[in-house]
């Protein structure tokens, strides 16, 4: 894939100044980070773009020479149009730079803006062991469609982490006390080097928290949580769709140190239906009716997706795919009385077999129609269906 060029990556003027250059990145570096998207190849791909493109455009070096012959002129001099490597240690390097820092690592400089939880690290209030929040579970619920329209409840069965009952999220058992760990002499952090910058990450003997128990809880082995099966009862409101997001407060993994406990998130899938779709608050259907019928006008009585028996007037040369509107019989509208509509499409069926006595009749009606043997073509804008 052909590469984009740099000022494009940042969304800035080729005259942007450095200062211009550095908020374009910080903006897309925060967005793209590979700690706040997990898992998502993407925004990596993005966040390594924009890495590059920065590299390139705040270097009073490489700038001009990039300006004069683009990509071929960087080919040689390391990073930017060449690389993997440079690119990332370049982005370490200068993260202190951009979001006004002192010296920590990558963590340090995400938590500073968001406040901490990203890839499942602690927070700073939790290194220091304060009370921090327990991350918030995603729960995927597949519906019927009808169920969707109407609103149901359904059961749902998952898993997530509870305060321990038998020290009540201390982590230690009876008796027992903390102490600073020798790890990290109580800082949560451990600092790694190579060269001319460091890394800072988390503490591996007290995980981030600074202190350590000397004689833990058994039942949960020092972590004041336990994993627990869960079953709860879940209301779906009318008129839900596919993706809506249903936040149950609390119900998620539970906090550490009298943190509050994360959310649980349910996502609902809609399964289709086999004669039924939807747009928005509207239903679409489709119903035959005979050659006569629709040439002739009738009435029809079909079922709704409730299976309620609805009654439709087809008006007299009813066309192949025209729609009719049936108010009040789609989706419902929130919390409040209101509907949106059911429009059912015409189709116009011919018949593949004929009776004698119906060919009689056809012919007949042919013969008093009388139709040109070459009729005049018409815009296609004019044909319904």
Known sequence: MAKRDYYEVLGIDKSADQDTIKKAYRKLAVKYHPDRNPG????????????E???ILSDEEKRPIYDQYGFAGLEGMGGGAGGGGAQ????????????????????????????????????RSSRRGGPAAGSSLRYDLHILFKDAVYGTSADIHFKHNETCTACHGTGGAAGSSKKTCP??????????????FTIQQTCPTCRGKGLIIDKPCSS??????????????????????NGKRIVIPGQGDAGENGGPAGDLVVVLHVDSHPLFERDGQDLYCAVPVSMAQAAL??????????NKKVTIKIPSGTSNG???????????????????????????????????????????????ENPPETPDLMPLSKLEG
């Open 183 to 196: 790890t990290c002499n109580g800082m949560g952090q451990v600092r790694q080097g190579n060269g001319f």
């Open 40 to 51: 998502d190849k993407e925004a990596e791909e993005k966040f390594k773009e924009a890495t």
């Open 53 to 55: 493109a920065y590299e």
């Open 220 to 241: 949960c082995r020092g972590t004041g949580i336990q994993e627990r099966n869960k079953m709860m009862s879940l209301k779906i409101p009318a008129g839900s769709d």
């Open 322 to 368: 025209k729609l009719l509107r049936i108010k009040g019989e789609g989706v419902p509208v929130g919390s409040s009385n209101k509907k949106g509509d059911l429009y059912v499409k015409i189709m116009v069926q011919i018949p593949q077999r004929l009776s004698g006595k119906q060919k009689e009749l056809l012919q007949a009606y042919l013969d008093l």
């Open 297 to 306: 006008g009738c009435d029809i009585t079909i079922k709704s997706l409730d």
């Open 88 to 123: 990332y240690s370049h982005a370490f390097h200068d993260f202190s730079d951009l979001f006004g820092g002192a010296g920590g690592g990558f963590s340090d400089i995400f938590d500073s803006i968001f406040g901490g939880g990203f890839g499942g690290g602690s927070s």
